[in-house]
């Protein structure tokens, strides 16, 4: 992954030796090395050395260089140094780059011996004692370079430089993320596909690992952190954090650029809704008005809540996903820009009712999604009996409201029955009015009349 080039070591010219023999005569090389005649050197030859080695007669260590993720480590033979009869101060062997008029960090950038080796570091973000940095296009490898050198006399004024150069090294980084962290144990048992809550990447600052974990209050303390798979009720509030680990520099922060929910662990999955929470390193509160940052590119930690939610068409897990960046407060903008102030872009959390917290996501199929994304999940939405959840005031409207629509309902139910019951009653009473008279009727038909005869 880490690569450094050839170191490049040369030797001082001393005047020419005279001798009628062949100067390889009776030499013999260090280490497998093997002489060539050279007559540029004070005694005629130098020694070809195996891979390891260096000076004229291969006796020496080859300078090391160590590209590491926190800093870059060189170590030089002092031997070398003597070899060509220079004074062996380490305070003469320093990179080559290096600012000549800031003290504080022209010693940091000078040579501490260490036994008989000159030490020199470079700590991340990898940009000091004039470290050159070099990234032909996006998605390239950083490359670091820089030399050692030997100066006995520096003069700013006069312009006097006897430099002879010790070392010229590089350092690349591949420009790629590893994951870390567990994976989710699928529906079967089996390892899922790790989601990735830890990134540790290159940039132009160094090389940097970048955590996201979710937590059950503000406190952000690793007792209250979720683990694997929570069951979260629907209208808890959650606390994210993104992480900046192992670094010192204060200058170096880390910052979200986008955060945003899906129902998959694919933060590019095209056929998932998204529902934002974060963008352009402000809270969303038109997607998300419960959305509250904390902090955002201003230390080593980013920090916003949020309610939960479940999706309004569907029981699918919830994903949360995070697209990150490192920024140096010194050279760059870090934090939320074209915005009237940063309170406002911070949202203000407004808490909703359990009832308001389904949301369909949208559906955004030209997104561009960045290399630097972390995700936390599956967050699973906690069954419950109800979706409603109002406070005492809300109880006591709500009860008063329905007192009233009931009333009004009982009234409308009573004024149909009377008018039913009083349909029913006309319609008996002309019925029986009926039946009076044409009982009257029959009676009148039953009397016989009879003749007599007188």
């Known amino acids: 992954m880490r690569l450094s080039r050839p170191w490049s070591y040369v030797l001082a010219i001393l005047p020419l030796a005279s001798s009628e023999e062949h100067p390889c005569d009776g030499v013999q090389c260090s280490n497998k090395g093997y002489c060539i005649e050279d007559l540029q050197y004070n005694r005629g030859y130098w020694c070809s050395c195996d891979p390891g080695w260096v000076g004229q007669d291969c006796v020496y260590p080859q300078p090391t260089v160590q590209c590491g993720d926190s800093k870059i480590r060189v170590s030089i033979d002092k031997g070398i140094v003597e070899e060509l009869k220079i004074e062996t101060d380490p305070e003469y062997v320093y990179f080559g780059e ?38 032909q296009n996006l998605g390239d490898d950083y490359t670091f370079s820089n030399t050692v050198v030997w100066n006995s006399e520096i003069n700013s004024t006069t312009n006097i430089n006897r430099e002879l150069i010790l070392l010229d090294f590089k350092c690349i980084y591949q420009d790629q993320f ?37 937590y059950q209050d503000s406190s952000f303390a690793k007792s209250k952190e979720y683990q694997q798979a929570p069951s979260i009720p629907i209208g808890s509030y959650l606390y994210v954090q993104i992480e900046l680990e192992s670094v010192d520099d204060s200058n170096l922060v880390v910052t979200m ?36 940052i904390y902090s ?88 419950e009996d109800t979706m409603i959840d109002i406070t005492p005031e809300e109880y006591e409207q709500n009860f008063d409201l329905t007192m009233v629509t009931m009333g009004i309902t009982l009234g409308f139910v009573l004024a149909c029955l009377g008018v039913v019951v009083g349909a029913i009653i006309r319609k008996r009473r002309v019925q029986t009015s009926k039946m009076v008279q044409f009982e009257a009727e029959r009676k009148l038909t039953r009397y016989k009349f009879t003749r007599e005869a007188f």
């Not at 809704?273 to 998300?288: G, K, M, V």
Request: glycine share 6%; charged share 25%; aromatic share 6%.
């Open 257 to 292: 650029e986008h955060c945003y929910a899906t129902q998959t662990r694919d933060p590019a999955d095209p056929q998932s809704a998204r529902h934002f929470l974060i963008s352009e390193r402000c809270a969303d509160t038109e997607s998300d008005p419960t959305v509250l």
């Open 296 to 383: 955002n590119g201003e230390s080593h930690k980013s920090r916003f809540k949020f309610q939960m939610f479940k999706w309004r068409w569907s029981a699918d897990d919830v994903y949360i996903h995070c697209e990150v960046d490192i920024c140096n407060r010194t050279s760059e903008v870090c934090t939320p820009q074209n915005v009237a102030s940063i309170s406002q872009c911070n949202g203000h959390g407004q808490q909703r009712r359990k009832r308001d917290l389904a949301h369909e996501g949208a559906y955004v199929n030209e997104m561009e999604v960045g290399d630097n994304i972390l995700t936390k999940g599956p967050l699973r939405v906690e069954a």
């Open 178 to 214: 590893t994951v870390a962290g567990p994976s989710v144990p699928g529906a079967d048992g089996a390892p899922a596909i790790p989601t990735i809550n830890t990134l540790r990447f290159a940039t132009a600052h160094g090389s940097f690992a970048v955590s996201m974990n979710i």
């Open 98 to 135: 290096m600012p000549k008029d800031d003290a504080s960090a022209t010693q940091q950038c000078r040579a501490k011996q260490d036994d008989d080796e000159y030490v020199l570091e470079i700590r991340a973000p990898f940009t000091g004692c004039g470290t050159q940095v070099i990234r």
